[in-house]
């Protein structure tokens, strides 16, 4: 069993969230960033790993010091969140991306978000089976056949939804820093 320890992300994980990006495989990269991308430009790694701007969020997940996975909004005028999520390769179908998501969620909850909205690559059945399972409605994106649009109505969103019953079932209590025990193939 490994911890796992999920929190902001911040300045200090430039170093850390450089060498999750490269870590990914790149067929994860490209579905995160939906681009052929294999590596950060310094001003892209600034972006991500800087103190967030209001109306901005970014978490990661850690294991021994590692980031495994991060998940991310920003605000629109719509109170809207555009959201992105990835997982290191290893730590994928662990339950990282629901507990990243569940966090977010409450955070963006508490910022009166009424809607997380993703763009996914239209062949990522992984991300749009996982979406689906946590509540997301799956809609054809209006500009890009490429693309699915995932939309989460924050109303909707419910702890019993199945993606999360792995967290619930595991009674761990959210804090600021929340810290809770997981397995990893990887492991």
Known sequence: MRRIRVRPVGPGDAGAFDAFVRGLSPTACHHRFLLGLRELTPGLLRLLTQAPAPGQLGLVALVDGNIVGEVRYAQDVRRSGDFAIAVADE?????????????????????????????????????????????????????????????????????????????????????????????????
């Open 91 to 187: 730590w994928q179908r662990c339950g990282v991306g629901s507990w990243l998501l569940r966090d977010l969620v409450r955070r963006a909850r508490v910022e009166g978000l009424e809607r997380l909205i993703g763009e996914v690559a239209a062949t990522n059945a992984a991300m749009l089976a996982f979406a689906r399972k946590a509540g997301f409605g799956i809609r054809s994106h209006p500009a890009d056949a490429r693309l699915a649009r995932v939309v989460l109505e924050l109303g909707a969103y419910s702890a019993n939804s199945p993606a999360m019953s792995s967290y619930e079932a595991s009674r761990v209590a959210y804090s600021p820093v929340m810290v809770s025990s997981m397995t990893s193939s990887a492991a």
